[in-house]
T-cell receptor, first 115, second 113 residues
Framework: DTEVTQTPKHLVMGMTNKKSLKCEQH?????MYWYKQKAKKPPELMFV???????INESVPSRFSPECPNSSLLNLHLHALQPEDSALYLC??????????????FGPGTRLTVL | RKEVEQDPGPFNVPEGATVAFNCTYS??????FFWYRQDCRKEPKLLMS???SGNEDGRFTAQLNRASQYISLLIRDSKLSDSATYLC??????????????FGSGTRLLVRP
């Protein structure tokens, strides 16, 4: 199983809502990542979890809150988002957990619209 | 100067052509390099890692030029299915012994019949 799955595929939310994005991998990977990608732009790294611990937070606003319940799951909790947070949110995983790795497997993403 | 730069293209080439893209990086201490492809409205997929000695995978060849601080991707015998955006990834050190990962802005390739 070489797949990273993400749910939901699409999400529309108001600025006062609380929602969560979910990501799952069963490849035994020890690092998981959240990226944000705006249209016609490259992915921007948001968070990295290594061995279920947050190892990198790229100065992401606190309205985005990551959580790694176990080595296979990664969540991104959303609260009080702004319309400019509308984007494709991509999850990725990589085998090695200790160092930042460039060989990553990406999920299909959640397309988020904030009204 | 941006830390990682790519020519946005598009590169419009006929089937069977050979095409090459470059990706330049500004930090000479950059450590690891990769090429990804991303199809429209899809997730990025790893194409290949870039090794110091250069590496080849079928029709694709990746090279690293540390002196001039760029990596390249050569695609031979282009296929229609090669049409995509090609993104480079660079891992470079910060000042505090941690690392950061940066995607280039991507080069769009269109292969025409």
């Amino acid at each position: 199983d070489t797949e990273v799955t993400q749910t939901p595929k699409h999400l529309v939310m108001g600025m006062t809502n609380k929602k969560s994005l979910k990501c799952e991998q069963h490849m035994g990977h020890r690092a998981m990542y959240w990226y944000k990608q705006k249209a016609k732009k490259p992915p921007e790294l948001m968070f990295v979890y290594s061995y279920e611990k947050l190892s990198i937070n790229e100065s992401v606003p606190s309205r985005f809150s990551p959580e790694c319940p176990n080595s296979s799951l990664l969540n991104l909790h959303l609260h009080a988002l702004q319309p400019e947070d509308s984007a494709l949110y991509l999850c990725a995983s990589s085998q090695e957990g200790q160092n930042l790795r460039g060989e990553q497997f990406f999920g299909p993403g959640t397309r988020l619209t904030v009204l | 100067r941006k830390e990682v730069e790519q020519d946005p293209g598009p590169f419009n080439v006929p089937e069977g052509a050979t095409v090459a893209f470059n990706c330049t990086y500004s930090n000479s201490a950059s450590q690891s390099f990769f090429w990804y492809r991303q199809d429209c409205r899809k997730e990025p997929k790893l194409l290949m890692s870039v090794y110091s000695s250069g590496n080849e995978d079928g029709r694709f060849t990746a090279q690293l030029n540390r002196a001039s601080q760029y990596i390249s991707l050569l695609i031979r015998d282009s296929k229609l299915s090669d049409s995509a955006t090609y993104l480079c990834v660079v891992i470079l050190p910060r000042g505090d012994s941690s690392y950061k990962l940066i995607f280039g802005s991507g080069t769009r390739l269109l292969v025409r019949p």
